[in-house]
Nanobody
Framework: QVQLAESGGGLVQPGGSLRLSCTAS????????MNWYRQAAGKERELVAS???????WYPDSMKGRFTISRDNAKNTVYLQMNSLKPEDTAVYYC?????????WGQGTQVTVSS
């Protein structure tokens, strides 16, 4: 049974940092690319960061500089380090595992940036 469990979300003040985790089970994690997405209220889901099975990272231009994706295949976990958070980063953050045309989503974790 495939499972992706995000954690690490919460309430943080502007300028603060959070590290999200996504722990996988039920598939061969090391062979899958992993993405982080986010969806703010009333907006479409957008890609935040991507990491290949080999560890190559990619970020949309709008996400470069404050977000860092990494993975630990020994722990079946992908991370998203978020720094200098802004109120507009408030969203539900999701991880997704991708292998060819196959994809699995986590249930999401809420990140709220507010003073």
């Amino acid at each position: 049974q495939v499972q992706l469990a995000e954690s690490g979300g919460g309430l943080v003040q502007p300028g603060g940092s959070l590290r999200l985790s996504c722990t996988a089970s039920g598939f061969t994690f090391s062979t899958y690319a992993m993405n982080w997405y986010r969806q703010a209220a009333g907006k479409e889901r957008e890609l935040v960061a991507s990491i290949s099975s080999g560890g190559i990272t990619w970020y949309p231009d709008s996400m470069k500089g404050r977000f860092t994706i990494s993975r630990d295949n020994a722990k079946n976990t992908v991370y998203l380090q978020m720094n200098s958070l802004k109120p507009e980063d408030t969203a539900v953050y999701y991880c997704k595992a991708i292998y060819g045309r196959y994809g699995y989503w986590g249930q999401g974790t809420q990140v709220t940036v507010s003073s």
